[in-house]
């Protein structure tokens, strides 16, 4: 049972425009979201994160948005850059379970020159 | 400023053979963890630690082990090596998690083949 879905396994954008990659997630005990950023032969890095309490957080060219109604989160990046090609993952902590984090499968995103 | 790091890098192995993968991590972390990642299944918690001298399953903990004797480490067992187990593994560490603001760091991964 998938608690964090990332239902597109990858995504083209052209450079310069908006790159919006989705994650969904069916446990509504989740309240810490945070998205992680992977290069081939890299270890996974941290992007940005959102607690349940807010709906929007920013940092540069990276907006993370929270949609708790619909169990819904996206990661905007605007403008994309060809060094944001990599596979991103959704992740999301249990509340009350502060030694657990679950990841979504991940998207690939490839920016196009 | 080493944060995670996992040893060895590269490895191939026979079936049925054991190995050790090795984790260190110098930020003082609680948490340890060991993933895997494979195509199309994204990162599956393997084990896990919360503390020194404690471990506790994962999302497919079977064909490994794991100990933490210092809060330091984290060692990734595998007793019988098989085919289904070649891998790209990653160890992770954090602080308490939960909605602090904390992150989980990663190490740059141990690409395992079994042949």
């Known amino acids: 049972d998938q608690q964090v879905k990332q239902n597109s396994p990858s995504l083209s954008v052209q450079e310069g425009r908006i790159s919006i990659l989705n994650c969904d997630y069916t446990?509504?005990?989740?309240?810490?979201f945070l998205w992680y950023k992977k290069y081939p032969a890299e270890g996974p890095t941290f992007l940005i994160s959102i607690s349940s309490i807010k709906d929007k957080n920013e940092d540069g060219r990276f907006t993370v948005f929270l949609n708790k109604s619909a169990k819904h989160l996206s990661l905007h990046i605007v403008p994309s850059q060809p060094g944001d090609s990599a596979v991103y993952f959704c992740?999301?902590?249990?509340?009350?379970?502060?030694?657990?984090?679950?990841f979504g499968k991940g998207t690939r995103l490839h920016i196009l020159p | 400023n080493a944060g995670v790091t996992q040893t060895p890098k590269f490895r191939v192995l026979k079936t049925g053979q054991s190995m050790t993968l090795l984790c260190a991590q110098d930020m003082n972390h609680e948490y340890m963890y060991w993933y895997r990642q494979d195509p199309g299944m994204g990162l599956r918690l393997i084990h896990y630690?919360?503390?020194?001298?404690?471990?506790a399953k994962g999302e497919v903990p079977d064909g490994y082990n794991v100990s933490r004797l210092k809060k330091q480490n984290f060692l990734l067992g595998l007793e019988s090596a098989a085919p289904s187990q070649t891998s790209v593994y990653f160890c992770?560490?954090?602080?308490?998690?939960?909605?602090?603001?904390?992150?989980?760091?990663f190490g740059e991964g141990s690409w395992l083949t079994v042949v």
């Open positions: 992770a560490s954090s602080p308490r998690l939960g909605n602090s603001g904390n992150t989980i760091y």
């Open positions: 630690s919360v503390g020194e001298g404690t471990t």
């Open positions: 446990n509504s005990m989740f309240d810490y």
């Open positions: 992740a999301a902590v249990p509340m009350n379970r502060d030694d657990k984090i679950i």
